[in-house]
């Protein structure tokens, strides 16, 4: 201890007092620094783990909404399966219909091409016993005089007009209402004729008979040439 005291004692009476006092405010520098770097390094150690423990929280969030967000992708995919399985049933669906649908309007439009030309081919043959022929067969009912003859000849007569009256019928659907008018018209005109003749006293004589030829051959003509005209198309559709 007195060693010590010795020392001090030198020492201030060495080197002084100021000498001594930036000693100690080095030494308290040191010291100071030492805390600091101390504490800094706590600080950094602690700051670490509180970036760890961040860090995992926000892997943990991250990985519940990754979690959360496959969840809903897969869901969203089945939805759309579905859907798609909904869309594609309902597209063979429909598909099988309008194929149906067209195959139905196929046939219709086969058989109703079919009736089609059938009423026209009637309507043909039954025109083919036309103005002249008419006419021709009047005026033998006129030149016989015997009454069962005049009888069974006008049954004919009116016969092939029940056959060109029917013939008409069958083909209106087709006609436009002019085309129509006009063969109801040669229709009826013929059958006035054969109604005409067939009476006790005919007013037809030679001279009026080729007149009356002329008249409906004129509109037998007309007739013809509509009935022409459609089966000349269907036959070009054919």
Not at 31 to 50: A, F, I, T, V, Y
Not at 131 to 153: F, M
Not at 208 to 224: I, N, P, V
Request: proline fraction near 1%; charged fraction near 25%.
């Amino acid at each position: 201890m007195g060693d010590a005291v010795d020392f001090m004692n030198w020492a201030l009476s060495s080197v002084g007092t100021a000498t001594l006092l930036a000693i100690a405010a080095f030494l308290g520098r040191s010291q100071l620094s030492h805390w600091l770097n101390k504490d800094l390094e706590l600080s950094k150690s602690r700051l670490q783990r509180e970036i760890e423990v961040q860090r995992a929280a926000y892997q943990l969030e991250i990985e519940s909404h990754r979690a959360a967000f496959q969840r809903d992708l897969e869901s969203q995919k089945s939805a759309l399966q579905r859907e798609l399985e909904v869309y594609k049933v309902t597209l063979i669906a429909e598909t099988e219909r309008l194929k149906a649908s067209q195959d139905v309007q196929k046939a219709m439009a086969i058989r109703l091409g079919e009736k089609k030309f059938e009423a026209f081919d009637k309507l043909h043959r039954s025109l083919e016993v036309n103005a002249v022929s008419y006419i021709y067969a009047a005026h033998l009912v006129h030149l016989n005089s015997e009454q069962q003859a005049r009888t069974e000849l006008m049954e004919q007569l009116l016969n092939l007009q029940d056959q060109m009256t029917e013939a008409i019928s069958l083909a209106s659907p087709f006609l436009t209402l002019n085309e129509k008018a006009i063969l109801l018209s040669y229709s009826s005109k013929i059958t006035d004729f054969i109604c005409e003749l067939g009476e006790a006293a005919p007013r037809y004589n030679k001279a009026t008979l080729d007149l009356e030829r002329d008249r409906l051959q004129k509109f037998g003509f007309d007739a013809e040439d509509i009935v022409h005209s459609y089966l000349t198309k269907m036959l070009a559709m054919a």
